[in-house]
């Protein structure tokens, strides 16, 4: 199934609640990244890594934070900074700069 | 950073007919623009790329060109098909730089 697995499909959440979202990959890739999907807005890169204990914010970080411990994993943690985090958001990894990325099947956020 | 803009926002063809959708970039230093294509409740898939030491691109029905001097570049599909009706997101990243900035997405509607 790709190699690459979000988890959950679905999540909710109350408003003012911190929320993570799981991402692996068992493609040895050294890149991942994090969009945000909405209607209308395409993709929007929320935070990207290319390496173990490393990673760089998108054009959209604020109110989110990652982690790159290990290679496999690049987990999402939505904070209540964030303003509208209702959302559909995509993992993807790939090898590096200029090769296919590689997308999970999305995680639909919904904060009430 | 990478600004990519990305026109139509939706097309409707009829079945056969050809579909062209455009992209523009802002960062001359780019040189990888991959195209994806998301089905409606799936997950975004590569369905081409083109690299800047290339002008055009052909894949079956469809294909990529590029115009590094204006900075855009465009996918074009032939004898369209219902299948093709989907979400065409174009992308660009640079040598130095893992960051993949996408368009805003081209939804296609093939009318048969």
């Known amino acids: 199934d790709g190699g690459i697995t979000q988890s959950p499909k679905y999540l909710f959440r109350k408003e003012g609640q911190n929320v993570t979202l799981s991402c692996e990959q068992n493609?040895?890739?050294?890149?991942m990244y994090w969009y945000r999907q909405d209607p209308g807005q395409g993709l929007r890169l929320i935070y990207y890594?290319?390496?173990?204990?490393?990673?760089q914010k998108g054009d959209i970080a604020e109110g989110y934070s990652v982690s790159r411990e290990k290679k496999e994993s690049f987990p999402l943690t939505v904070t209540s900074a964030q303003k509208n985090p209702t959302a559909f958001y995509l993992c993807?990894?790939?090898?590096?700069?200029?090769?296919?990325?590689?997308f999970g099947q999305g995680t639909r956020l919904t904060v009430v | 950073g990478e600004n990519v803009e990305q026109h139509p926002s939706t097309l409707s063809v009829q079945e056969g007919d050809s579909a062209v959708i455009k992209c523009t970039y802002s960062?001359?230093?780019?040189?990888?623009f991959p195209w994806y294509k998301q089905e409606l409740g799936k997950r975004p898939q590569l369905i081409i790329d083109?690299?800047?030491?290339?002008g055009e691109k052909k894949d079956q029905r469809i294909a990529v060109t590029l115009n590094k001097t204006a900075k855009h570049f465009s996918l074009h599909i032939t004898e369209t098909q219902p299948e093709d009706s989907a979400v065409y997101f174009c992308?660009?990243?640079?040598?130095?730089?893992?960051?993949?900035?996408f368009g805003a997405g081209t939804t296609v509607t093939v009318r048969a």
């Open positions: 083109i690299r800047s030491n290339v």
């Open positions: 493609l040895n890739h050294d890149a």
């Open positions: 890594s290319q390496i173990v204990n490393d990673f």
């Open positions: 993807a990894s790939g090898l590096g700069v200029g090769t296919e990325a590689f």
């Open positions: 992308a660009a990243s640079k040598k130095s730089d893992y960051k993949l900035s």
């Open positions: 960062d001359s230093a780019s040189n990888y």
